[in-house]
């Protein structure tokens, strides 16, 4: 750093200067458009109260009543005071003024972002224009036809292929819900259902429970980008055992049918897996042992078994499950719980499945995985789990493909024990950005530029 010449040192601080000035004019923006929206704000609340004092009373009879109704009028009054200003404006909380802070700046750089994704997309085709001249310059000098040396370029075209196989997002949990987090579970149905699009094979993707809040998001919020969707998915106003009539029909029709894999083929344990009973303490294990192993060898309880009235087609996935999942078969509805509550409420799914006498299981991620934090995983992530173990048969590369490196994740050696629960996508971690693929064109391996400025969008919206 010493060697370099004054030259050297502008040039290198001119980039840095660059950057803290347009983000000084950021800041100046976004305070300028708060103070606006505040103004505004207050001036709409004054408004409305000032209307409201200038209604008239209604005189009573008697002067017991207009003394008796004097009282309440005073308690209000003081209630007021404590959510009003000094000056008599309406006071705005924190969370309030940086919702309006992150909206103002979304709206006042919407043009700017525009036009560098424009400009990105330029780049990029660019970019491929002069690949594509630089092949067929080769191949002409190599006296080759430059049109074969084109097609090596291309990639393959993308065939949908759906499977006989069905994953249901359980979506009635709204009332344990917060309304951040309906944000974000709509997020992970958008990243749901573009992750089995884009899939080697298609599941059958059914969103039950469509109502509430979470309905009029998509309709008022997404533009109805739902509506936009492709290949076999389904939103239902009913629960979930109402989407998995209709999922069957779905996987009744030929072309699914048809995309039948070895991997869905039936297996004699219907793709579950109970625990393997517990060895016995020895003697020597418990004379000379200590409390962690005492406590390791303490008897757990015994493996609940299937009901003989249970649906044998529909598996509700869950953390609380003595089964494991060890395989997906054909014409079987998988149930993911859509709940998005940071891990407050226990049992919720398990609960519902036993209510509705469905099979469970849960993941095997302890049997494949050691972790360094808790088995927790989105709802997108489990779609997109099941969805590669289609295309793979392993789960362990399944895991390690999906699963956030930040977790810190590792393949564990080969090993027939059971496993320790897993989560099943009832907890969540934010995931930012989860509407960039809302737009119904998401389908495809790329994501559309329209669809991205949608999502950005709706992401300040939430």
């Not at 207009?66 to 009054?77: L, R, S, W």
């Not at 008599?88 to 709206?107: C, D, F, M, V």
């Not at 979506?171 to 951040?180: G, I, L, P, Q, T």
């Not at 109502?211 to 109805?224: P, Y």
């Amino acid at each position: 750093m010493a060697d370099q010449t004054p030259q050297v040192a502008v040039a290198q601080a001119e980039p840095l200067a660059d950057t803290v000035s347009t983000a000084n004019s950021k800041r100046k923006a976004e305070e300028q458009l708060t103070k606006e929206m505040v103004e505004q704000q207050q001036t709409e609340q004054s408004a409305s109260s000032s209307s409201e004092e200038q209604q008239p009373t209604e005189q009573t009879t008697t002067t017991t009543t207009t003394d008796n109704a004097q009282e309440p009028q005073q308690q209000g009054d003081g209630d007021n005071v404590d959510t009003q200003a000094a000056d008599g404006t309406p006071k705005i909380s924190k969370n309030q003024l940086k919702r309006l802070r992150r909206q103002a700046a979304h709206e006042q750089f919407r043009q700017e972002r525009k036009e560098k994704r424009k400009e990105k997309r330029h780049q990029q085709q660019a970019k491929k224009r002069a690949l594509k001249e630089a092949v067929v310059a080769e191949a002409q000098a190599a006296g080759l036809d430059p049109e074969e040396a084109l097609k090596k370029l291309c990639k393959e075209p993308w065939v949908a292929h759906p499977v006989p196989v069905a994953f249901i997002i359980d979506c009635d949990f709204e009332e344990y819900m917060r309304e951040n987090e309906i944000v974000s579970l709509s997020s992970q149905i958008v990243r749901s259902y573009s992750q089995n699009r884009r899939a080697k094979y298609q599941a059958q993707l059914v969103i039950s429970s469509w109502k509430g809040k979470l309905k009029d998001r998509f309709e008022r919020v997404l533009k109805n980008a739902h509506l936009n969707w492709k290949g076999g998915v389904k939103c239902v106003e009913g629960d979930f055992m109402q989407a998995a009539e209709i999922a069957k029909g779905m996987m009744e029709e030929t072309d699914v049918k048809e995309g039948m894999i070895d991997l869905l083929k039936p297996s004699g344990n219907g793709g579950l897996l109970l625990p393997e009973p517990e060895a016995e303490e020895t003697e020597e294990g418990a004379e000379g042992g200590d409390a962690a192993a005492a406590a390791a060898a303490a008897p757990k309880p015994k493996p609940e078994e299937e009901a003989e009235d249970v649906n044998q087609s529909i598996v509700y996935l869950s953390a609380e499950s003595d089964y494991t999942l060890d395989k997906l078969e054909a014409n079987t509805c998988y149930v993911i719980g859509g709940l998005v509550d940071r891990n407050r409420e226990k049992g919720l799914c398990y609960g519902r499945a036993k209510a509705a006498k469905v099979r469970t299981a849960k993941l095997p991620i302890g049997e494949y995985m050691a972790m360094q934090s808790r088995y927790v995983l989105t709802t997108n992530q489990v779609v997109e789990i099941m969805a590669k173990w289609l295309e793979c048969g392993d789960w362990g590369e399944a895991f390690l493909t999906v699963i956030p490196k930040r977790k810190g994740g590792t393949l564990k050696a080969e090993s027939s024990c059971g496993t320790p629960a897993a989560d099943n996508g009832e907890d969540d971690e934010e995931e930012e950005n989860g509407t960039q693929e809302a737009n119904g064109e998401a389908a495809a391996p790329e994501v559309t530029d329209q669809t991205t400025e949608q999502a950005q969008d709706v992401q300040m919206s939430g």
